[in-house]
């Protein structure tokens, strides 16, 4: 039977070089974003067919319900979740509006435990599964936007005590950290142009010489995920390069 990988925010960026690389595994791939059109150009650059999109923005209200509701339609449940989605709003910065928080926090942590609760009754049953998150050097830091941060230290801490509640049923849940992703469109990208010296001083401080390129990342995950080994359970793997 072919093995389900569902990886939230992966129109672009880092979460569609992950579902690329699934794709190139044989795995049946679960698309998200919140633009179809996108979502159905980005379909045709998977390997192979038999792949779904999966329309849904996570700020939404309905999110976790829709979610459900879209896998019950297709008649699936993945075996892996990677939770790519996440990021930095606007207006976040000093002195915190509640709703900024609360928004961010949905974003980057609530939307993910929502999912992980669906599934992981379907995971144990079928004697383990494997979620990935996507964290942050922010959260561990704190070098960045005061929600984005916020939300980042949360998620890692939902990741080790999850991770330890859940080991007995066989269910895998680990971090991924990458530093800064250099991809076109990313964050700081787009800083090259409108924070031109910010990127330059921020370039210089990489190991590398170079942001991270999100494929590179992309290839880890899914080996992580594949093994029959489920030792990286409760781990947060940092990619540091600064
Ligand atoms: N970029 C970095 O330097 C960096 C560094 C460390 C960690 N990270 C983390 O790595 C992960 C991926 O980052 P990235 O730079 O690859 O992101 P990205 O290029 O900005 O892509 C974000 C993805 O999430 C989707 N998305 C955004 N808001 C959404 C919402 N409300 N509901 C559903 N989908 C939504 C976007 O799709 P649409 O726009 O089509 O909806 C897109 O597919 C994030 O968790 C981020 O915090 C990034």
């Known amino acids: 039977v072919r093995k389900v990988v569902f990886i939230t925010g992966s129109s672009k960026g880092l979460g569609f070089e992950i579902a690329l690389e699934f794709s190139k595994i044989g ?43 879209f896998f019950d339609k297709i008649g699936l449940a993945p075996d892996i979740i990677v939770h790519s989605l996440g990021g930095k709003l606007d207006g976040d910065f000093h002195p915190i509006k509640p709703q900024t928080l609360h928004a961010t926090m949905r974003l980057n942590l609530e939307s993910a435990i929502g999912i992980n609760n669906i599934f992981i009754p379907h995971m144990s049953q079928n004697k383990g599964g494997y979620i990935a998150h996507i964290g942050s050097l922010a959260g561990i830091n704190a070098n960045a936007s005061p929600c984005y941060a916020i939300s980042k230290a949360a998620l890692h801490a939902y990741i080790k005590n999850s991770a330890r509640y859940y080991a ?51 290839k880890y995950i899914v080996s992580l995920s594949v093994v029959p080994s489920k030792i990286i359970s409760g781990s947060i793997l940092e990619f540091l390069n600064e």
């Open 27 to 69: 795995y049946c791939v679960v698309l998200n974003g919140r633009d179809e059109a996108v979502l159905k150009q980005k379909l045709t650059l998977l390997d192979d067919n038999g792949h779904f999109v999966f329309k849904q923005d996570f700020l939404l209200e309905d999110a976790i319900e829709n979610t459900e509701k």
């Open 168 to 218: 007995k049923q066989g269910i895998a849940i680990f971090g991924v950290v990458p530093g800064i992703l250099g991809h076109t469109g990313s964050d700081w990208d787009r800083k090259k142009e409108l924070e031109p010296q910010k990127y330059t001083n921020r370039l210089s401080q990489t190991l590398s010489g170079s942001f991270i390129n999100p494929n590179e990342i992309a």
